[in-house]
């Protein structure tokens, strides 16, 4: 490992990249700071999955521990994206999670990967992050999305009666409403002039959650762009739309009162392990799991042995191969090596890391073999 110890070596997304990232999230709202020797900040996704035996409960009390650890270890934020009607995973309510993990922290940034927007009144949201806003002051990031997050039905009865098949091009609207309650400022004649999202500026001055756009093609890479916004894109389901997505989004760029400059951050399913064996037969389950939802058959991320013995099909093993490649897995070297070759590739500000298995102890040990692989701060290492 080059460096060790607590040195920060800058800040991701070039020479301007900002102020460094200490206490409450930092003094820049979007850039993180590089600890030990990874090649970019580093973060975390969770999905709050719940494995086969397990519960809700005990996943949730995991994303807690996940929490704790990569504040302590130098992680720059985690964020929790929202699902429905799966019972893999128990992140339907980010905001609440949020609240939860506010409670349990007091460093790292937390925010969601993201809020599915069509699902929700702007309003709504507004008020939501608001809150976690006064009970986190600068700590809150509110990553925004355009997809349901679930199956067609299902986002219908999310949404009500006639919102279910919402156009996507809807989304631009709503994400200028949402901003206007955060910043507090329609217009007179509005009809919305005199409605004020609380917790909010309109009782005296208050911290503005930043607004991220997320997206798995170029929609929202545009939008990002154009808007000056800082863009995270879903690396760790659709890798082959990653370059063309990052290009577009760094060509449509104009600067903004948010950034001077381009910073996007890519998800990525990473998952280290003691050998590459045990680190294989983690991410298993997970792609398992992955083909069951996609063959309409969604169920709990099942463990290790039913994963193994598990009889693929030959089109059901061309799917699994695929999902596996795009899974950064392996010894602690294995891992390191395979996201600083990503970074080189991309060019990501960040790294957003989720590490999908089927057992709470299986992810915890990933991040911290991570953190330990780049030299992260030791516990306790990094002022409060």
Request: aromatic letters at 6%; zero cysteines; a negative charge.
């Amino acid at each position: 490992m080059s460096d060790t110890g607590d040195a920060d070596r800058g800040t991701g997304g070039g020479a301007d990249a900002g102020a460094d990232a200490g206490a409450a999230g930092g003094t820049d709202p979007v850039r993180g700071t590089i600890r030990g020797g990874a090649p970019v900040p580093l973060s975390v996704l969770d999905l709050v999955t719940v494995g086969s035996g397990s519960t809700a409960a005990a996943s949730l009390r995991t994303s807690v521990e996940i929490s704790r650890l990569a504040e302590s270890r130098g992680y720059h934020r985690h964020w929790v994206a929202e699902h429905h009607s799966m019972p893999g995973v128990a992140s339907s309510s980010p905001a609440v999670i949020l609240a939860h993990l506010a409670a349990h922290t007091s460093r790292i940034r937390l925010g969601s990967g993201g809020v599915m927007l069509p699902n929700h009144a702007p309003l709504a949201v507004a008020e939501q992050f608001g809150t976690l806003e006064a009970l986190a002051p600068g700590r809150v990031d509110l990553g925004l999305g355009r997809a349901p997050g679930t199956d067609p039905r299902t986002a219908s009865a999310l949404r009500g009666p006639g919102r279910a098949d919402e156009a996507a091009d809807d989304f631009p609207r709503r994400l200028a409403e949402l901003t206007r309650f955060l910043d507090d400022d329609f217009p007179d004649g509005h009809p919305y002039a005199r409605v004020h999202a609380v917790p909010g500026p309109v009782q005296g001055p208050a911290g503005r959650p930043p607004v991220w756009l997320l997206g798995s093609s170029g929609f929202s890479a545009r939008l990002a762009g154009e808007l000056g916004l800082p863009f995270a894109y879903a690396h760790h389901f659709s890798a082959a739309g990653t370059l063309p997505a990052l290009d577009l989004y760094r060509q449509s760029f104009r600067p903004s009162e948010v950034l001077d400059a381009p910073y996007a951050l890519i998800g990525v399913s990473a998952l280290a392990a003691d050998t590459a064996e045990e680190a294989r037969a983690q991410v298993l389950t997970g792609a398992l799991s992955m083909l069951r939802l996609r063959s309409g058959r969604p169920g709990l991320v099942p463990t290790p042995g039913e994963a193994a013995a598990y009889p693929f099909t030959p089109l059901e093993r061309e799917f699994v191969d695929g999902w596996l490649s795009n899974i950064v897995h392996g010894t602690p070297d294995e891992v390191r090596s395979g996201l600083d070759a990503l970074v080189k590739r991309t060019g990501a500000d960040e790294l957003m890391l989720t590490a999908n298995a089927h057992g709470g102890d299986a992810r915890l040990r990933s991040y911290e073999l991570v953190a330990d692989a780049y030299g992260m701060p030791a516990p306790g290492s990094i002022p409060a």
